[in-house]
């Protein structure tokens, strides 16, 4: 198994930025890909950006192209999400995420809340 803590959110003001966190454990050489997904009350979970173990390839949500850079350190088993530029509608609980290649996304988070106050 794969435990996945995130930590880093709160309240912030439109246009600054935070960096979340996220931290794994347990069997993370089965790791191949991290990500990040976040939700919003009555809507369904949504894909913000992701990366390969090797960080060599990252993808983006279009809506955070630009703003967001997803990155990761191995030696700390650990994936970051900066946020820059930050928006009301980013306002969501943000989920780590982790799958093994050729799965989906097995593995979750907790949660961590970002709140953008305009």
């Known amino acids: 198994q794969v435990q996945l803590v995130e930590s880093g959110g709160r309240l912030v003001q439109a246009g600054g930025s935070l960096r979340l966190s996220c931290a794994a454990s347990?069997?993370?050489?089965?790791?191949?890909?991290m990500g990040w997904f976040r939700q919003t009350p009555g809507k369904e979970r949504e894909f913000v950006a992701d990366?390969?173990?090797?960080?060599?390839?990252?993808s983006y949500a279009d809506s955070v192209k630009g703003r967001f850079t997803i990155s990761r350190d191995n030696a700390k088993n650990t994936v970051y999400l900066q946020m820059n530029g930050l928006k009301p509608e980013d306002t969501a609980v943000y989920y780590c995420?982790?799958?093994?290649?050729?799965?989906?996304?097995?593995?979750w988070g907790q949660g961590t809340q970002v709140t953008v106050s305009s």
């Open positions: 990366i390969t173990r090797g960080g060599g390839s990252a």
């Open positions: 995420a982790a799958r093994q290649s050729g799965s989906n996304y097995d593995y």
């Open positions: 347990g069997r993370t050489f089965v790791i191949y890909k």
